[in-house]
């Protein structure tokens, strides 16, 4: 039942996901933060198998920060999301799976472009304005067919998010609570409060 | 549900008069529920020979970067660049490696021949083993297969020339995408002649 979204505007890329952790009828953490940053740059989101997902999203941000110590420059966001779904791609299969479905945000200082990548469990990438996982998608996606706009200011992507959290609260079935939000732009990765 | 479903996608090459063209869908789809609207599944290996691959869709870019890979390796140890019908031995061998534990791919492969060897038009599909087809007219893959044989057949003659492979091909591909759920949201279509490869993207019923 988590959820998250993501959308890119001018220079700036925010994800939002829930920060519900629960266990079948059972709501254990109303805090939990499921949005990595992988670099100073480099914003992900994960969901899926428990357990599977904090141990994939703390391999995956070791090794980018590996392949900045070793390099230097930091990942590009295309090279890193390349990388993160070879390692899924990978991972399927073998013996046992990681069953994590990933966001992942960057700022490319190289073009001062922002970047979204929608990466899934098998390890299908797209490179996409706008993208959703979970459940939430079925609801989010067409909102944000109608309503998203690539040269949007901070404050109208804000919007736009306000209104797809409004959407998922009033329509999921799942209570989800607060959402937890994070920005990327050429200044860097910064949590903010909606 | 089959896994060759999962995200659906179609693709379709036929042959001209020297030259051929090379088309496909953008959707990339979960079952039914659409993700992406420009998810490309045609990837140029040389100038002269283009791979389209319909199926699943990490299978599709795992796939493509291990063909580079092995293409890159042929073009450095031969010297020289690898001719389509090479390509497509390539693809079936790479496929047939994994015969029990398969990629879920259907891979199609458009080219024209080196001009050393006269340009000549190149089609070849397989299966996701990699048994090849080799045909003369065109070759169809992905969810939509049934509805672009029928239109292919029906469309198709030999020795078009290239704006007329386009519109046919074009044609072809667009109503047949059209009646598939999985398949559609916009088309690229190649045409590849000896002097260039011309790209056009085309809007259909973005549904």
């Given at each position: 039942?988590?959820?998250?979204?993501?959308l890119?505007?001018k220079?700036?890329?925010?994800?939002?996901?829930?920060?519900?952790?629960?266990?079948?009828?059972?709501?254990?953490?109303?805090?939990?933060?499921k949005i990595?940053?992988?670099?100073?740059?480099?914003?992900?989101?994960y969901?899926?198998e428990?357990?599977?997902?904090?141990?994939?999203?703390?391999?995956?941000?070791r090794?980018?920060?590996?392949?900045?110590?070793?390099?230097?420059?930091?990942?590009r966001?295309?090279?890193?999301?390349?990388?993160?779904?070879?390692q899924?791609?990978?991972?399927?299969?073998?013996?046992?799976?990681?069953?994590?479905?990933?966001?992942i945000?960057?700022y490319?200082?190289?073009?001062?472009?922002?970047h979204?990548y929608?990466?899934?469990?098998?390890?299908?990438?797209?490179?996409?304005?706008?993208?959703?996982?979970g459940?939430?998608?079925?609801?989010?996606?067409?909102?944000?067919?109608?309503?998203?706009?690539?040269e949007?200011?901070?404050?109208?992507?804000?919007?736009?998010?306000?209104?797809?959290?409004?959407?998922?609260?009033?329509?999921?079935i799942?209570?989800?609570?607060k959402?937890?939000?994070?920005?990327?732009?050429?200044?860097?990765?910064?949590?903010?409060?909606? | 549900?089959?896994?060759?479903?999962?995200?659906?996608?179609?693709?379709?090459?036929m042959?001209?008069?020297?030259?051929?063209?090379?088309a496909?869908?953008?959707?990339l789809?979960?079952?039914?529920?659409?993700?992406?609207?420009?998810?490309?599944?045609?990837?140029?290996v040389?100038?002269?020979?283009?791979?389209?691959m319909?199926?699943?869709?990490?299978?599709?870019?795992?796939?493509?970067?291990?063909?580079?890979?092995?293409?890159?390796?042929?073009?450095?140890k031969?010297?020289?660049?690898?001719?389509p019908?090479?390509?497509?031995?390539?693809?079936?061998?790479?496929l047939?490696?994994?015969?029990?534990?398969?990629y879920?791919?259907?891979?199609?492969?458009?080219?024209?021949?080196s001009p050393?060897?006269g340009?000549?038009p190149?089609i070849?599909?397989?299966?996701?083993?990699?048994?090849?087809?080799?045909?003369?007219?065109?070759?169809?893959?992905?969810?939509a297969?049934?509805?672009?044989?029928?239109?292919?057949?029906?469309?198709?003659?030999?020795?078009l020339?290239?704006?007329?492979?386009?519109?046919?091909?074009?044609?072809?591909?667009?109503?047949?995408?059209?009646?598939?759920?999985?398949?559609?949201?916009?088309?690229?279509?190649?045409?590849?002649t000896?002097?260039?490869?011309?790209?056009?993207?085309?809007?259909g019923?973005?549904d």
């Amino acid at each position: 039942m988590e959820c998250q979204f993501a959308l890119t505007g001018k220079g700036y890329v925010i994800i939002a996901a829930d920060t519900t952790a629960a266990r079948s009828i059972v709501k254990m953490k109303h805090d939990e933060d499921k949005i990595k940053a992988l670099g100073s740059h480099l914003l992900m989101s994960y969901s899926g198998e428990p357990g599977d997902t904090v141990q994939f999203a703390e391999y995956i941000e070791r090794n980018i920060r590996l392949h900045q110590i070793r390099y230097l420059h930091p990942l590009r966001p295309s090279s890193a999301a390349s990388w993160i779904r070879r390692q899924l791609a990978d991972s399927l299969r073998s013996q046992s799976p990681y069953a994590v479905n990933l966001l992942i945000g960057g700022y490319d200082v190289a073009t001062s472009e922002p970047h979204l990548y929608w990466i899934d469990y098998l390890g299908t990438i797209a490179h996409i304005p706008f993208a959703a996982q979970g459940y939430g998608s079925y609801f989010v996606l067409s909102l944000l067919d109608r309503y998203h706009n690539p040269e949007a200011s901070l404050e109208e992507g804000l919007d736009t998010l306000r209104r797809c959290i409004a959407e998922v609260e009033k329509r999921l079935i799942v209570a989800l609570g607060k959402f937890k939000v994070k920005i990327v732009d050429k200044d860097g990765v910064r949590e903010i409060e909606l | 549900m089959s896994i060759m479903e999962l995200n659906g996608g179609s693709v379709v090459a036929m042959v001209g008069k020297n030259c051929v063209a090379i088309a496909s869908d953008m959707r990339l789809g979960n079952q039914a529920l659409t993700v992406a609207t420009n998810f490309e599944k045609i990837f140029p290996v040389t100038e002269r020979i283009y791979l389209g691959m319909a199926g699943l869709a990490t299978d599709v870019a795992t796939l493509r970067e291990r063909f580079r890979f092995r293409v890159n390796m042929y073009t450095i140890k031969e010297e020289r660049e690898i001719e389509p019908e090479t390509f497509a031995h390539l693809v079936s061998s790479t496929l047939y490696e994994r015969r029990f534990g398969p990629y879920f791919i259907e891979p199609v492969v458009a080219g024209l021949t080196s001009p050393s060897k006269g340009s000549q038009p190149f089609i070849a599909a397989a299966d996701v083993i990699g048994c090849l087809n080799f045909a003369k007219d065109f070759v169809v893959c992905g969810t939509a297969s049934p509805e672009l044989f029928g239109i292919a057949e029906g469309l198709w003659e030999p020795d078009l020339e290239p704006e007329e492979l386009f519109e046919t091909i074009s044609q072809t591909l667009m109503n047949a995408i059209d009646r598939d759920a999985f398949s559609g949201w916009g088309a690229v279509v190649h045409v590849i002649t000896p002097e260039k490869v011309i790209t056009r993207t085309l809007k259909g019923r973005m549904d």
